[in-house]
């Protein structure tokens, strides 16, 4: 099977070389692509400097455009599995021959990568803590799926899942939303657990301010997918061809 690597990236200069080189070194047989989001800093040119696949967005998308960019980019090159991890250097690359093996058995549709199963490594801060505990209960209640870390960016999808979302994917926040997506389209959902380290360079984009707007959104974001009727094979095909 062809396995990428999706890496969004904006303002990691400091942190993205070590990503890839962990890539590089614990699953060679993946291949990888840098969605350089629009980055204010020397991202861009750090990519070029160390000769590092990158796509370079000119403008900032968001991590929702950044990721979708990264689902078209393996749907056109014909990838069976696409694992998204952070450019922050927080997910640890020696997790992804693991994570993709679930994808590969046919076992499930999508694997997400969770740190608070075995609740070992980094915990996140407590009032994130509270957040994803919400998202958890919203979800359990929207589609049944009990998702202990529905904010993780940490996660592998299969050639099902990589043409839906690379026409359709949430734009802001789009990691608990992208769970009632796939509920809906009655595809099966696996949490692993995984160990996450503290993002090594940076700060998150979300203070205290933007996670009130944060869980709002998104809650109605969920409400409003959950409502919405279920495209047919027939109408998803219609927007493949017409792209």
């Keep these: ?13 400091k942190s993205i070389v070590k990503v890839v080189n962990n890539i590089k070194k614990y699953a ?7 969605i350089n989001d629009g980055s204010l800093d020397s991202t861009l040119d750090v ?13 900032n998308l968001g991590i929702g455009g950044a990721m979708q960019t990264g689902y078209k980019y393996a749907y056109n090159y014909d990838y069976d599995i696409a694992v998204q991890i952070d450019g922050d250097g927080q997910h640890d690359p020696q997790y992804l ?3 993709a093996s679930f994808i590969e058995s046919g076992q499930v549709d999508m694997v997400i990568g969770s740190r608070f199963i075995d609740k070992q490594g980094f915990q996140s801060s407590f009032m994130r803590r509270i957040g994803i505990r919400y998202f958890q209960m919203l979800l359990k ?18 050639r099902d899942i990589i043409k839906y979302f690379s026409q359709n ?10 769970i009632v997506m796939i509920s809906r389209e009655r595809l099966r ?13 940076g700060v998150s984009s979300i203070n205290a301010i933007k996670s ?24 998803w095909e219609e927007v493949y061809n017409e792209s």
């Design 189 to 201: 959902i696996k949490e692993i657990p995984v160990v996450m380290k503290e993002r090594a360079t």
């Design 169 to 178: 994917y949430p734009k802001d926040y789009p990691e608990p939303e992208s």
């Design 97 to 99: 021959n693991y994570i």
């Design 141 to 158: 209640f929207c589609t049944g799926f009990n998702i202990t870390d529905a904010t993780s960016g940490f996660r592998a999808c299969n």
């Design 28 to 34: 060679p047989d993946f291949d990888y692509v840098v």
């Design 1 to 13: 099977m062809k396995k990428l690597v999706i890496i969004p990236a904006y303002n990691e200069e």
């Design 47 to 59: 990519c070029y400097k160390n000769k590092i696949n990158v796509v370079n967005l000119p403008v």
């Design 212 to 235: 009130i707007y944060y869980m709002i959104k998104v809650t109605l974001s969920i409400l409003i997918s959950r409502i919405k009727p279920r495209k047919t094979e027939e109408d």
